[in-house]
């Protein structure tokens, strides 16, 4: 407890040293917002909710149990229809008075390791996730529904924000950054793409700004305000280790990690990022707080790097006088394009802070190895190595598991690394994704207990198991139809053209997509844009018609399992 307390003060000195050179002018951000929010984009309180929706809440919300919880969850959701009326009495009051009872704020923190190969005993290593209340979790999804439909209607989020929002994901993100690279090395251009580092950013929120930014930036007012403000006041937490407890400490910054609300309200109070960097005509994109810059120039055009170094000083600036700390030292420079081209840059730099960012030939990106080729050999091996290293562990126990646990300790280990943004591996040739199809083919017969000389399609057939390649298509082709049914971020909506022809063809209500041209190289080919309709095409009408993203599902797997076997 100590040591994250006094993590947080010391990023707090450092700040407080940096505010007098920077002479952040906060109400430039709120000054200029009332104008854009209108007198009918306001959310001065929260409805009530009646029981369909408080057991709609209940139902969905996972049966974990903490430690300050007085019965365990299962038992509260055994014996809920005997104090709903209750539970709904307490909750609507809270809504509808702006207060947060003071039990629903106090956090359990269970210390985490950012990663499995860290060191256990160096305190560094460790994030600290806040463990809450049920009911305190109940609470804040109430709340987090009515606040996500408010900015979804008023269109108050980012567009190119991809964290804690419905339909957007890491992969969405990453496709939409991997297609705009994969375009510009079609060109004949040269792409920086800079991947900044927060130190600490959930835990050093100022809670002022953060309201300032609520009432001003996006129209919360009245009795819905004073409820965040009940929420972020008088919170507390404690520190439990192997069922040891340390004492208690007030907060009075940060929102809690591994709560409904905590990273919602992050995002908003990172809301004016994007327009400051839009002033510098950079391309970006975020996930909560990892933020990613990316500029396209020519080799001839290195002066457009000055525009990169004046958006990261401006982006510094910025984050010191909101009370969020950059690290300089772990942020990332990788440059991405033609390998002729790229030696034409090898000299030239991006500095920030004072510090050179020495480009490297790797950099891990939402949990995916970016190299500078955008071949993902890097990435495709080092999925190789974790998913051997867990198929191995498993094959030793398979003996002692039935079929169908074994089948989940397949799924959570091996398969699902093979599916993880796997949309990115598209037009990728058969030797770069041989090595994924063999660990597919090593997880079957580990599962089925299959011979290494037997055959591998009638086991995969066996499991109804779509070959990697057709995985990847499958995954390419449900982002498409959701993109064009409206359940995928803008972004990649705009990425794919429905074919309209001039004249009256049969073709008119084929639902058809236009496949943009390839210009100089096979990287244009691989991008989501030019993959995405290619593959549409070739789906029959049947199957592109689906009423719902489940039909859709289940007869595109069974039109790639008949294509991929027959």
């Not at 040293?17 to 952040?24: F, I, K, M, Q």
């Not at 956090?107 to 009911?135: D, G, Q």
Request: charged share 20%.
């Amino acid at each position: 407890m100590n040591f994250f307390n006094d993590k947080i003060l010391t990023i707090k000195e450092k700040i407080d040293g940096l505010l007098p050179s920077t002479s952040a002018d906060l109400s430039s951000d709120v000054g200029t917002l009332d104008a854009a929010v209108g007198p009918d984009a306001c959310l001065d309180a929260f409805s009530s909710i009646n029981l369909d929706q408080l057991t709609s809440l209940f139902s969905k919300s996972k049966s974990s149990t903490c430690l300050l919880d007085p019965i365990p969850t299962k038992l509260l959701k055994e014996v809920f229809p005997l104090v709903s009326t209750s539970l709904l009495d307490i909750m609507n009051l809270s809504l509808l008075t702006g207060h947060v009872p003071q039990s629903f704020k106090v956090a359990v923190i269970k210390p985490l390791l950012k990663k499995p190969t860290l060191a256990p005993e160096v305190l560094a290593n460790y994030r600290p996730i806040s463990n809450l209340p049920f009911l305190s979790k109940i609470f804040e999804k109430s709340v987090a529904n009515q606040l996500c439909d408010f900015l979804q209607n008023n269109a108050l989020f980012e567009d190119f924000q991809s964290g804690f929002r419905v339909h957007h994901s890491t992969e969405t993100a990453l496709v939409k950054i991997t297609n705009d690279l994969l375009l510009a090395s079609d060109q004949g251009v040269i792409s920086f793409l800079v991947l900044l580092d927060l130190s600490a950013a959930f835990d050093t929120i100022d809670h002022c700004i953060l309201l300032q930014r609520l009432e001003h930036l996006i129209g919360i007012k009245g009795t819905a305000l004073s409820w965040f403000k009940s929420y972020l006041s008088d919170r507390s937490q404690f520190v439990l280790v192997n069922g040891e407890s340390s004492k208690t400490t007030n907060v009075g910054h940060g929102v809690p990690q591994g709560s409904v609300l905590g990273p919602i309200l992050f995002t908003l109070y990172m809301l004016p990022l994007g327009d400051l960097i839009r002033k510098h005509r950079i391309n970006f994109h975020c996930y909560a707080d990892d933020t990613q810059l990316y500029l396209s120039i020519k080799p001839e055009e290195t002066d457009q790097l000055v525009r990169l170094q004046e958006c990261l000083g401006d982006i510094k600036t910025w984050m010191t006088g909101n009370f969020l700390m950059l690290n300089s030292e772990k942020t990332e420079v990788i440059l991405i394009g033609p390998e002729r081209l790229r030696s034409q840059l090898s000299r030239d730099t991006v500095f920030m802070d004072g510090i050179a960012l020495v480009p490297s030939s790797t950099v891990r990106n939402l949990g995916v190895l970016f190299d500078q080729d955008m071949t993902f050999n890097s990435h495709i091996k080092k999925t190789s190595r974790t998913a051997y290293f867990h198929l191995r562990n498993i094959s030793k126990i398979r003996n002692f598991l039935c079929q169908s646990d074994a089948e989940k300790l397949v799924h959570a280990f091996v398969t699902s690394r093979l599916d993880y943004c796997d949309s990115l591996l598209s037009g990728c040739s058969y030797k770069s994704l041989k090595p994924l199809q063999l660990i597919q083919n090593a997880a079957a017969r580990v599962l089925t207990r299959t011979k290494k000389r037997d055959h591998i399609t009638p086991v995969l057939t066996s499991l109804h198991w779509l070959p990697v390649k057709s995985r990847i298509d499958f995954k390419v082709l449900l982002l498409t139809y959701k993109a064009l049914a409206g359940e995928a971020p803008l972004y990649l909506k705009e990425l794919v053209t429905p074919y309209c022809p001039t004249r009256q063809l049969c073709s008119i209500d084929a639902g058809l997509l236009v496949v943009p041209m390839v210009l100089k190289s096979r990287l244009g080919a691989r991008a989501f844009s030019y993959q995405a309709p290619l593959l549409w095409n070739q789906v029959p009408l049947s199957v592109r018609g689906a009423d719902s993203v489940s039909s859709f599902k289940v007869k595109l797997k069974t039109f790639l399992f008949d294509s991929a076997y027959s």
